[in-house]
């Protein structure tokens, strides 16, 4: 059974990827996605949006990374895949689930997902246009605002020959809103042979047992749980091998922010580092009551001096 990092835009770049994967428990990471419009992209953005081409397309703890891909038009899309393979990435994943208004309204994500054929048809460009050993993933929701497409979906995927497909278990105009369907997954699986991974609502080990049990999947992803508990990923892990679950706690977690805040700083400015971190001060803070005072003191500093000051005094 391997686990997945979600590749959730504007929240786990190369500084998040290295940080949790550093903690362990995670199997395979995915990029931020990477807009292709009617471009090839130069070899630097593609460096920019995943450093770990550098590293074998690798985290520094040895997790493989693929290369996220979303845009409307096949060709653009292969073309751009052959190039991420080219600079040495591991696979590449196609994007049909962003629900962003923006992303939508420009051919993208989730939009898609109101045509089969579109979807086939990028699924199968981009595959014919990379080695057949390199995998070649898409990621889903149920539909665009009507679950019951999801089965054509699918199928189409799989016509396509996708070697995965990711599905994120509501539907576009659902967004985050609880509870993630995934009784949606048997019946997908009863009409497709393609390899499925559930995504969607694991906040926790329970949650997860859970999601086994309807899903029956092999591999599972997990996004916003992980930011709410970094720990998730090793807890799943140890309770999968019978062995005692380390508790999530904020004494175990805080130590994690003064070093998030140097690794932002460094790989884009310390202005971003303040940005990343009270991003992920909120989202710990949802689940650890202990983190929300230290959230609430934290979001009204703007200057990252007096910003990593204040971290390194609370959280060191």
């Known amino acids: 059974m391997k686990?997945?990092?979600?590749?959730?835009?504007g929240v786990v770049d190369w500084v998040m990827r290295d940080t949790l994967t550093r903690i362990g428990g995670i199997d395979q990471c995915v990029t931020e996605f990477l807009r292709v419009t009617d471009k090839l992209h130069p070899e630097s953005v593609f460096y920019k949006n995943c450093p770990e081409l550098k590293t074998g397309?690798?985290?520094?703890?040895?997790?493989?990374?693929?290369?996220?891909?979303l845009g409307g038009h096949a060709e653009p899309l292969a073309l751009n895949a052959q190039r991420a393979v080219k600079l040495g990435a591991l696979g590449v994943d196609l994007n049909?689930?962003?629900?962003?208004?923006?992303?939508?309204?420009?051919?993208?994500?989730?939009?898609?997902?109101?045509?089969?054929?579109?979807?086939?048809?990028?699924?199968?460009?981009?595959?014919?246009?990379?080695p057949a050993e390199v995998p070649v993933t898409a990621k889903i929701r149920l539909g665009f605002d009507d679950p019951t497409k999801c089965i054509e979906i699918a199928q189409a995927v799989e016509e396509a020959n996708a070697t995965w497909l990711t599905?994120?278990?509501?539907?576009?105009?659902?967004?985050?809103?609880?509870?993630?369907?995934?009784?949606?997954?048997?019946?997908?699986?009863?009409?497709?042979?393609?390899?499925?991974i559930a995504n969607?609502?694991?906040?926790?080990?329970?949650?997860?047992?859970?999601?086994?049990?309807?899903?029956?999947?092999?591999?599972?992803?997990?996004g916003r749980g992980v930011m709410s508990n970094p720990f998730?990923?090793?807890?799943?892990k140890q309770s999968l091998n019978q062995e005692p679950v380390e508790e999530m706690t904020?004494?175990?977690?805080?130590?994690?922010?003064?070093?998030?805040?140097?690794?932002?700083?460094?790989?884009i400015n310390d202005y971003f580092a303040v940005s990343r971190s009270k991003q992920w001060l909120r989202a710990l803070s949802l689940k650890c009551v202990e983190a929300k005072p230290v959230f609430d003191e934290l979001k009204i500093i703007k200057k990252p001096i007096e910003f990593r000051a204040t971290l390194e005094k609370l959280c060191l």
């Open 3 to 9: 686990l997945f990092l979600a590749p959730m835009e």
């Open 57 to 69: 397309s690798r985290t520094r703890w040895g997790t493989p990374v693929f290369v996220q891909l």
């Open 96 to 130: 049909f689930g962003c629900p962003a208004k923006t992303v939508n309204r420009h051919d993208g994500g989730a939009s898609l997902l109101k045509s089969c054929d579109r979807v086939f048809k990028i699924v199968d460009t981009v595959r014919k246009a990379v």
């Open 167 to 196: 599905i994120h278990c509501r539907t576009k105009t659902d967004g985050y809103k609880p509870p993630a369907y995934w009784e949606w997954i048997p019946k997908i699986k009863e009409k497709t042979k393609v390899k499925i």
């Open 200 to 222: 969607g609502e694991i906040w926790n080990v329970g949650d997860f047992n859970r999601c086994v049990e309807v899903t029956d999947c092999q591999d599972y992803m997990i």
């Open 232 to 236: 998730i990923f090793r807890q799943i």
């Open 250 to 267: 904020w004494e175990r977690a805080k130590p994690l922010l003064p070093q998030f805040f140097e690794a932002s700083t460094l790989y």
